[in-house]
């Protein structure tokens, strides 16, 4: 009986949500590709926290290795146009799977007076952290049945020269709720 409430509920839910949410899609345009520099001492600085990093002998990514330094970045639009966009990054995650082999991390970036197709503030997640197109896919799931969920897809950066594939993930935030029709309302994550 507790099982057969429980899925009743559960149904009642995703139809109720689905209804409230149903015009909730993102407006948000984010480039298949984008550049990333490190600029002045912060390619330094973000090295030095790598290492460091790779050498601490816990299973976290603690506070103290999560020091912002300024990026700079472009990328071609939709139109055509090359747009250059500056901010801060730091390293972002909780476990040290967010750390590849080759000194990479998943990074959270913050533009200042720039957006990248109206998104001023997201992650480039390794895509090992999230199962890669399991993410992809469970967000798309959850968008077609209704519920609000951050922009997420597969972003090619190119970082220190070299092009990663990375998982761009929307932060859930002010934009995020304006970007889908809602003013001021709280966010679950």
């Known amino acids: 009986m507790t099982k057969l409430i429980g899925v009743l509920f559960s149904v009642l839910f995703i139809l109720i949500s689905n209804n409230i949410y149903a015009n909730g899609n993102s407006t948000h345009e984010i480039p298949e590709k984008l550049s990333i520099s490190f600029t002045g001492k912060s390619l330094k600085t973000y090295l030095n926290l790598v290492d460091a990093l790779q050498k601490d002998l816990g299973a976290t990514i603690t506070e103290k290795f999560k020091k912002k330094f300024r990026i700079n970045g472009k990328y071609i639009d939709k139109n055509g146009s090359e747009v250059i966009f500056k901010g801060r990054a730091r390293i972002t995650g909780d476990w040290k799977d967010h750390i590849s082999k080759n000194r990479l991390t998943s990074l959270s970036i913050s533009l ?16 090992e952290t999230k199962l890669g197109n399991y993410e992809i896919f469970w967000s798309a799931l959850m968008g077609e049945i209704g519920y609000p969920v951050p922009l997420r897809r597969n972003i090619i950066a190119n970082i220190g020269g070299k092009e990663h594939t990375f998982i ?16 001021e309302a709280p966010i679950v994550e």
Not at 169 to 182: A, C, M, T, V, Y
Request: aromatic letters at 10%.
């Open 112 to 127: 200042k007076k720039s957006n990248i197709g109206g998104v001023t503030k997201f992650r480039l997640l390794l895509p």
């Open 168 to 183: 761009f993930e929307e932060k859930p935030e002010k934009e995020f709720l304006e970007s889908i029709g809602i003013r």
